[in-house]
């Protein structure tokens, strides 16, 4: 930040609770203001025909980047480490996950894809990009280096999710991404549950990782954005389709998300000891059948998340012992402290019903009675618990 461009000195390397504060940061380039102002631009005027000709500008057009749009992206590639080439914005995580998709295959080509994939992603694959003449395969999460076997002369990208963000599959993201090296694939990765403050994407073998900058990033249930962030050999690919499809976020939803980076970390890590706590608590409900949670010591790819994480987010779900739906939607319609919704990362707690079944083709869900998601926010945990106490006493008598 400032003091680097002022006085040109080497810093020591941050921790990424620093980076949240000072990445993509240069108060002195704005009179010393702490955040930079939002650019509402679309057209850059030059001084002389001549200096329009020949692109003389430190910016070019609206939606070739502005002070804005650079603040944002410089911060995230900090978070992403020094593998980072490149940030690209889009106007959402799906937008993310499709412009990526885009940019790593062409007609004729086959993508792998994982069965626990987001379902609107794999829409975008069945609908769009088969009619691009693109063919998709779903593999199991869990099948780790086997995806060899699945490869084709023409597969040309490898895309996970990890962990799921309805059944929490966590994937073996080193051996999938050594597999589809050896075979010239490029691997994608979903990494919005975890960002990059509790996966390294990038150092794990991911060349494009993808986050929903709607969730944790904006934080506030206030924004729509998704990132995709590039190594140094995806990144001109990237560049180059974002930019040829138009696509661009517009300013105010870009600060949004610079402002909510700041405080990410800090969020982050109360999301993290909170949804433990609770998903701890729900573990001893004799109601319950099995918390999908990474971070318990009880769940069935533990020992992989803790290898390959450091953290995880206020994002999990449980299966309940089998109870007619009517006890399910007693328990969630019960809770006070948890709005009803989709999308997670805000501040505030989520409660859903959800079934995988029907998204299912390479792998069957059948987790042994019905399940709902939660995203535990920022209350105050002990609150949060009450609420589901409470709920519970609903299910029972709903039963
Ligand atoms: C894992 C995951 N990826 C991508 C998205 C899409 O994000 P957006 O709502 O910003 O399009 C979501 C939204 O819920 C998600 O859960």
Same mark, same amino acid.
């Given at each position: 930040m400032s003091k680097k461009t002022e006085d040109g000195a080497q810093h020591p390397p941050t921790k990424p609770a620093t980076r949240f504060v000072t990445g993509g940061r240069d108060p002195f380039s704005y009179y010393g203001f702490v955040n930079p102002p939002v650019y509402h631009a679309s057209t850059v005027l030059y001084r002389t025909a001549q200096d329009y000709l020949a692109h003389r500008s430190r910016y070019t057009y609206g939606r070739r980047g502005t002070p804005t749009s650079e603040a944002l992206c410089g911060a995230i590639a900090e978070l992403e480490g020094p593998e980072c080439a490149g940030v690209a914005l889009l106007p959402s995580g799906l937008a993310a996950a499709s412009a990526a998709l885009l940019a790593a295959l062409r007609a004729g080509d086959h993508v792998l894809v994982t069965d626990s994939v987001y379902l609107p992603t794999r829409k975008f694959c069945d609908d769009v990009l088969t009619r691009y003449g693109i063919t998709t395969t779903y593999y199991d999460p869990l099948i780790g280096g086997g995806i060899a076997e699945l490869m084709q002369p023409n597969t040309r990208a490898v895309y996970l999710e990890s962990p799921g963000s309805l059944s929490f599959e966590v994937q073996d993201v080193p051996a999938i991404a050594a597999a589809a090296h050896a075979r010239g694939a490029l691997v994608l990765m979903d990494n919005t549950w975890a960002s990059p403050l509790y996966f390294r994407a990038l150092e794990k073998g991911v060349d494009l990782a993808i986050q929903s900058g709607t969730k944790y990033i904006g934080g506030h249930s206030d924004v729509l954005l998704g990132v995709v962030a590039a190594k140094a050999a995806t990144w001109p690919r990237l560049n180059d389709t974002v930019f040829t499809m138009g696509l661009w976020t517009g300013p105010d939803d870009m600060y949004l998300a610079l402002r909510g980076l700041r405080t990410m970390g800090v969020r982050l890590a109360q999301h993290f000891v909170s949804g433990l706590k609770v998903a701890c608590w729900l573990e001893h409900r004799a109601e319950v059948l099995q918390v999908l949670h990474p971070a318990l010591e009880s769940y069935r790819q533990h020992a992989l998340w803790k290898r390959d994480f450091s953290g995880a987010? /206020?994002?999990?779900?449980?299966?309940?012992?089998?109870?007619?739906?009517? $006890?399910?939607?007693?328990?969630?319609? %019960?809770?006070? #402290?948890?709005?009803?919704?989709?999308?997670? /990362? +805000?501040? !505030?707690? #989520?409660?859903?019903?959800?079934?995988?079944?029907?998204?299912?083709?390479?792998?069957?869900?059948?987790? +042994? /009675?019905? $399940?709902?998601?939660?995203?535990? +926010?920022? !209350?105050?945990?002990?609150?949060?618990?009450?609420?589901? %106490?409470? +709920?519970?006493?609903?299910?029972?008598?709903?039963?």
């Amino acid at each position: 930040m400032s003091k680097k461009t002022e006085d040109g000195a080497q810093h020591p390397p941050t921790k990424p609770a620093t980076r949240f504060v000072t990445g993509g940061r240069d108060p002195f380039s704005y009179y010393g203001f702490v955040n930079p102002p939002v650019y509402h631009a679309s057209t850059v005027l030059y001084r002389t025909a001549q200096d329009y000709l020949a692109h003389r500008s430190r910016y070019t057009y609206g939606r070739r980047g502005t002070p804005t749009s650079e603040a944002l992206c410089g911060a995230i590639a900090e978070l992403e480490g020094p593998e980072c080439a490149g940030v690209a914005l889009l106007p959402s995580g799906l937008a993310a996950a499709s412009a990526a998709l885009l940019a790593a295959l062409r007609a004729g080509d086959h993508v792998l894809v994982t069965d626990s994939v987001y379902l609107p992603t794999r829409k975008f694959c069945d609908d769009v990009l088969t009619r691009y003449g693109i063919t998709t395969t779903y593999y199991d999460p869990l099948i780790g280096g086997g995806i060899a076997e699945l490869m084709q002369p023409n597969t040309r990208a490898v895309y996970l999710e990890s962990p799921g963000s309805l059944s929490f599959e966590v994937q073996d993201v080193p051996a999938i991404a050594a597999a589809a090296h050896a075979r010239g694939a490029l691997v994608l990765m979903d990494n919005t549950w975890a960002s990059p403050l509790y996966f390294r994407a990038l150092e794990k073998g991911v060349d494009l990782a993808i986050q929903s900058g709607t969730k944790y990033i904006g934080g506030h249930s206030d924004v729509l954005l998704g990132v995709v962030a590039a190594k140094a050999a995806t990144w001109p690919r990237l560049n180059d389709t974002v930019f040829t499809m138009g696509l661009w976020t517009g300013p105010d939803d870009m600060y949004l998300a610079l402002r909510g980076l700041r405080t990410m970390g800090v969020r982050l890590a109360q999301h993290f000891v909170s949804g433990l706590k609770v998903a701890c608590w729900l573990e001893h409900r004799a109601e319950v059948l099995q918390v999908l949670h990474p971070a318990l010591e009880s769940y069935r790819q533990h020992a992989l998340w803790k290898r390959d994480f450091s953290g995880a987010c /206020g994002l999990f779900a449980i299966v309940l012992k089998p109870v007619p739906n009517a $006890a399910v939607h007693a328990l969630i319609n %019960e809770l006070t #402290l948890f709005g009803i919704g989709a999308s997670w /990362g +805000g501040y !505030e707690s #989520l409660a859903i019903p959800f079934d995988c079944a029907p998204m299912r083709t390479a792998t069957t869900w059948a987790p +042994g /009675g019905p $399940a709902v998601r939660f995203h535990i +926010g920022l !209350e105050d945990v002990d609150d949060l618990i009450s609420d589901l %106490e409470r +709920g519970f006493a609903a299910l029972a008598r709903a039963r």
